[in-house]
């Protein structure tokens, strides 16, 4: 039997970010997922070096990897859509949970145990950071759609800091926002 599993997960290129605002560059959710495992590495990394944490980096790389797979089956909702009400919230976690199971489904029988806990992880510090590295990474998007003076990301941009500073009880976040955050607002020629 064919497993189908990745070539699922290759489809994550064809999935559009942020369908509902004017992008000076477009966003797929492999592009998305990938800055998500870079900052959530490096939010592990700081936490462990910085402030004594016991992060298992390579574990938080993984979760965000996978952190949106199952929007290669059902596609990217607009967080305005999402959150319209809790009752469309609450139902999109539920397909989400479904393609989640479909895509596990699709893999090998004897891997699928390595998989559910990337794609159903529990949670934990390691999540919460994944979380964390998500809002950042949005965030960083609407700084980087700012510099081109994109006005659509304006409203995003304040609500994405707002999401971020939620975890402004993890130091990790809090140092990351500090003293990497302001990079993505530099041109190429100010990042020497």
Not at 74 to 95: A, C, E, R
Not at 180 to 185: H, N, Y
Request: aromatic letters at 8%.
């Amino acid at each position: 039997m064919s497993s189908h599993f990745f070539a699922y997960l290759s489809r994550m290129k064809l999935i559009k970010r942020w369908s509902l605002m004017r992008n000076t560059q477009n966003e797929n959710l492999l592009e998305h997922s990938a800055q998500v495992a870079q900052i959530a590495h490096a939010l592990a990394v700081i936490g462990n070096r910085l402030f004594g944490q016991n992060t298992d980096a390579g574990k938080v790389t993984l979760l965000a990897l996978y952190h949106d797979v199952g929007e290669v089956i059902i596609g990217d909702l607009p967080t305005p859509v999402k959150h319209f009400n809790p009752q469309i919230n609450q139902s999109y976690g539920s397909i989400e949970k479904i393609a989640c199971e479909k895509l596990i489904s699709l893999l090998p029988e004897k891997i699928q145990d390595d998989y559910r806990p990337l794609i159903f992880s529990e949670s934990s510090r390691e999540q919460r950071l994944v979380k964390a590295a998500d809002k950042i990474a949005a965030h960083a998007k609407c700084l980087e759609e700012g510099m081109f003076g994109n006005r659509d990301f304006a409203i995003a941009e304040q609500a994405t800091l707002r999401a971020v500073e939620n975890f402004y009880d993890l130091p990790e976040v809090v140092y990351f926002m500090e003293h990497c955050m302001a990079s993505f607002s530099l041109a190429i020629d100010e990042l020497d």
